[in-house]
T-cell receptor, first 111, second 111 residues
Framework: EDQVTQSPEALRLQEGESSSLNCSYTVSGLRGLFWYRQDPGKGPEFLFTLYSAGEEKEKERLKATLTKKESFLHITAPKPEDSATYLCAVQAPRNTDKLIFGTGTRLQVFP | EPEVTQTPSHQVTQMGQEVILRCVPISNHLYFYWYRQILGQKVEFLVSFYNNEISEKSEIFDDQFSVERPDGSNFTLKIRSTKLEDSAMYFC?????????FGSGTRLTVV
């Protein structure tokens, strides 16, 4: 069964303290791995899509990387406005476009 | 930036009543989806819609649920007889060349 596991469940960082969030997945042939940011009471906001092992993408303080078994979201020198839940989702092959989500990592950045 | 629009943002309904959740996907997207997120749980796939028909549905999407694209712009989710356990955030999404985009959601509360 296709599965996505995110760790840690929650992370508290001091402003400027860099860290990484993990997303491990088991899926029979990955079409894409997605990272989203979700603020309380809002919908998932797209950050990155990664398609193959070794691929990296960056946006401001965020960098996403992908291996054959997991993805990391690196946050460099975070600011309080980076506080949110970060969701990882995979898109499996076969005849489907659905996304399978992890439970997310709730990030809090304190000034 | 094109966005997916959902209305209403919040709906309260009595158990057993019918509700219709509305969505306007991104105009040049061809695939449309409904997901839901029960408070504190992961985002779950409900149904995908392509070429005016359901392409895939989850076990959650039973006979009380239906989807429709009544015109060229709207995409709706109908729940015929709501139950307490239908209380959740419902997200519409659409996908195309520019990726997989979610709306800001409708919070459905069944009392």
């Amino acid at each position: 069964e296709d599965q996505v596991t995110q760790s840690p469940e929650a992370l508290r960082l001091q402003e400027g303290e860099s860290s990484s969030l993990n997303c491990s997945y088991t899926v029979s042939g990955l079409r894409g791995l997605f990272w989203y940011r979700q603020d309380p009471g809002k919908g998932p906001e797209f950050l990155f899509t990664l398609y193959s092992a070794g691929e990296e993408k960056e946006k401001e303080r965020l960098k996403a990387t992908l291996t054959k078994k997991e993805s990391f979201l690196h946050i460099t020198a975070p600011k309080p406005e980076d506080s949110a839940t970060y969701l990882c989702a995979v898109q499996a092959p076969r005849n489907t476009d659905k996304l399978i989500f992890g439970t997310g990592t709730r990030l809090q950045v304190f000034p | 930036e094109p966005e997916v629009t959902q209305t209403p943002s919040h709906q309260v309904t009595q158990m057993g009543q019918e509700v219709i959740l509305r969505c306007v996907p991104i105009s040049n997207h061809l695939y449309f989806y409904w997901y839901r997120q029960i408070l504190g749980q992961k985002v779950e796939f409900l149904v995908s819609f392509y070429n005016n028909e359901i392409s895939e549905k989850s076990e959650i999407f039973d006979d009380q649920f239906s989807v429709e694209r009544p015109d060229g712009s709207n995409f709706t989710l109908k729940i015929r007889s709501t139950k307490l356990e239908d209380s959740a955030m419902y997200f519409c999404a659409s996908s195309g060349d520019r990726g997989y985009t979610f709306g800001s959601g409708t919070r459905l509360t069944v009392v």
